[in-house]
């Protein structure tokens, strides 16, 4: 059981009566007015949550995604996509409180603004999506993780022996060293006592994607011009149908480096008011989505200013063994430090989910309700969980064994950025919008609000389908645990 729920449970008998009572009507100092720890979040705080959920590895396959649309689609593309998902991340803002904007009751997760606005059989398919694409980050940045950590191993051994050694290797050790590392990190056991990783998660997406970004310049400078057509990669190159895959999927991978709606009221419960919370996200939403679109749009359109069509799958691992390889390898190693965070910030959502579901169905199983306190010198003494321990456990190792049989960055970066993109960023919050402000059918706000959605489903199944054809391409080709690179 998390601390949130204790709280929350202690409260609904004493403290919460005691509270009022002390203070004639005042909910306590220390409690909210759900009974729960007093908040403490504010717009930059959010702001650093959704930079740390957003700027992730997406950034890296952007100048691949501009490459293959060229210099007018790529960029309209992103500016499309920013602002389709600002736009219903404000709708989303206001699916937090149930009922009355100010005092109506709170929904702590997606699934429960779901619950209390659509309920049903929708509540079942937008948990199912929400924890598939949970489940399918893991796996996208674990794969990520491990091709800087190679990166970084390769260009120190392609510089050692003087460029002599292509130094092919397996990527297998260090997924499993990743593996290990999130273990050790998913113990942590609650979402609000992980801000300071989010901090230090924000801070190392700046630092690599400012180095992709130096080196995209310092790149255009040496050829002494802009590489790259208006259309992107011509036919020729490649074949028409493959053309119309790749840039389909490249709508994928645009969607996937946005992603951040899936935890948006998972942020928004961290949140303090006075100011209304909806007040406070709508504020960072714009000021995160911005600061991401005008930082995307320049490693985007430098990189593929830098290499033109033969832009790579991953910017960092496309400037190869040149020389300043020591920036690059601070530039890899800081994509690693940040994915460690957005891995648990992505997970803990389904792992609190799990836990929560086991104590409510086995109450009085030991195994899954007690707690075991660790005294550590120096510290608050730590509570173990052996359900959690296990849990977690076997849920890392899982995602670290499909990524070993499925390392493919790129389609795999584009199929979740598809699945995830319409129900979860779209769909959802616009149906929640008109449930909740009982918009009227077929009023002009209706249609518009339908037609935005027909728009993101039809992108939607189109860049599945182009990454769906872009994994079927990379397994011809491709033996299990024997990817090297």
């Keep these: 059981m998390t601390m949130g729920d204790t709280a929350a449970k202690i409260s609904n008998h004493h403290v919460y009566d005691v509270s009022i009572d002390m203070l004639g009507q005042n909910p306590s100092k220390c409690f909210d007015d759900d009974g729960r720890l007093k908040r403490t979040g504010n717009v930059w705080t959010a702001s650093a949550h959704i930079i740390t959920a957003v700027i992730g590895s997406g950034v890296l396959s952007l100048a691949w995604a501009i490459a293959q649309l060229g210099w007018i689609a790529g960029p309209s593309a992103m500016l499309l996509f920013s602002f389709v998902i600002y736009y219903t991340s404000t709708l ?7 009922g009355d904007p100010i005092s109506g009751k709170r929904n702590y997760t997606y699934m429960d603004a779901v619950r209390s606005n659509l309920g049903g059989s929708k509540v079942k398919f937008c948990g199912m999506i929400q924890y598939m694409n949970l489940f399918g980050v893991a796996i996208g940045y674990t794969i990520a993780a491990s091709i800087s950590m190679m990166a970084i191993k390769r260009s120190n051994c392609f510089h050692d022996s003087g460029g002599k050694n292509p130094c092919h290797m397996s990527s297998n050790p260090y997924m499993i060293a990743f593996g290990i ?12 006592q992980i801000w300071w990783l989010s901090i230090v998660a924000a801070v190392m997406s700046f630092t690599y994607s400012a180095i992709g970004l130096a080196l995209g310049i310092v790149q255009v400078a040496a050829n002494k011009t802009f590489k790259g057509s208006l259309t992107g990669v011509t036919v020729g190159t490649v074949t028409e149908t493959q053309k119309i895959w ?9 969607a996937f480096a946005y992603s ?4 948006l009221i998972e942020i928004q419960d961290t949140v303090k008011s006075p100011p209304s919370e909806s007040k406070t996200m709508k504020k960072a939403s714009f000021i995160s989505i911005a600061v991401t679109t005008i930082f995307y749009i320049l490693c985007g359109c430098m990189g593929y200013a830098a ?3 033969l832009a790579p799958g991953n910017l960092l691992t496309g400037f190869g063994f040149y020389n300043p390889y020591w920036l690059l390898d601070i530039a890899n190693a800081a994509i690693v430090i940040h994915l460690v965070g957005a891995y648990q910030v992505y997970c803990q959502p389904l792992f609190a989910f799990i836990e929560k579901s086991a104590s409510q169905k086995w109450p009085e199983s030991e195994f899954i309700t007690k707690d075991i306190k660790i005294r550590i010198p120096g510290l608050s003494p730590y509570s173990l969980n052996l359900f959690r321990l296990v849990w977690r456990t076997a849920f890392v190792l899982t995602t670290t064994i499909i990524s070993m049989l499925l390392p493919f960055f790129n389609d795999i970066v584009g199929l979740l950025g598809a699945l995830g993109f319409w129900p979860l960023t779209v769909y959802f919050p616009i149906e929640m919008y008109i449930a909740q402000k009982k918009v009227p059918k077929w009023s002009t706000k209706w249609v518009c609000l339908q037609m935005l959605s027909l728009a993101c489903l039809v992108i939607s199944i189109a860049a599945a389908a182009g990454s769906i054809a872009g994994v079927a391409l990379d397994l011809k080709v491709y033996k299990p645990f024997k990817t090297n690179y």
């Design 92 to 98: 989303l803002a206001d699916c937090y409180r149930s």
């Design 246 to 254: 790749k840039s389909f999927q490249a709508l994928g991978d645009i």
């Design 181 to 192: 590392a999130e273990i050790i990190f998913s113990q942590i056991p609650d979402f609000d």
């Design 307 to 309: 290499f033109g069509d």
């Design 260 to 263: 951040f709606s899936i935890i």
